[in-house]
Structures are given as C-alpha cells and as structure tokens.
C-alpha cells in the first residue's frame, strides 16, 4: 500500500502562482511514476504532468511552458509549481502514484485550486 497527502491548493488570482506538494508513504517501490491529475466540476479526470523515477516528465499541452512537475527522492515527495494561473485551471488537483513493475495505481485524496479572475 501506498498513501498519498497533497497539500498547497487555495485560491489565487489570474497570473499568479501556487506549489502543490505530495507526500508518499509506504511501500514504494523503486521503479514508479508519480503523476498530478485535475478535475473540474462536469469534466473527467485529466493529465496534468507526471516524472519517472528516472526523471522523465510529460506535460499537458495546456500546461506547457507554465507548470513544472518535479521530485525529491529522499523526501518521497513530489511538487507542482504552477505560474501564470488561469481560471480554466479550476480543478481540483489528484496525486498519483503508479507503483511498481505491476503499475498499480494509488490516489491521493486531492487538493482544491481557484483562480479568480
């Protein structure tokens, strides 16, 4: 099992920034991707950006050039640092972990975002 705490959602506004912090516990595995995911009110579950355990990102075309995914091995943590919020940014943001070679998938609880206009 894998646990998942995000934290660092809140409200801001057009332009501004936040960074989006997720704490895994547990049995992690060395080989795993972590992955933020985000979901507006009436919308499905979508990509936000995701890193391997080796480093590799991949970013939504809507977030390119604007967040930056990352991780901290020793602190089994990863970040998103979003800049230039837009209010289409609205969601409510999930970690996930991908664990192991069998991929199973664990969710974090999610963290709200708002950006204001």
């Known amino acids: 099992q894998v646990q998942l705490v995000e934290s660092g959602g809140g409200l801001v506004q057009t332009g501004g920034s936040l960074r989006l912090s997720c704490v895994a516990s547990?049995?992690?595995?060395?080989?795993?991707?972590m992955g933020w995911y985000r979901q507006a009110p009436g919308k499905e579950r979508q990509l936000v950006a995701t890193i391997t355990s080796a480093g590799i990102t991949n970013y939504a075309d809507s977030v390119k050039g604007r967040f930056t995914i990352s991780r901290d091995g020793a602190k089994n943590t990863v970040y998103l640092q979003m800049n230039s919020l837009k209010p289409e940014d609205t969601a409510v943001y999930y970690c996930?972990?991908?664990?192991?070679?069998?991929?199973?998938?664990?969710w974090g609880q999610g963290t709200q975002v708002t950006v204001s206009e």
């Open positions: 996930k972990c991908r664990n192991g070679l069998r991929w199973t998938d664990y």
């Open positions: 547990g049995s992690i595995s060395s080989v795993n991707t």
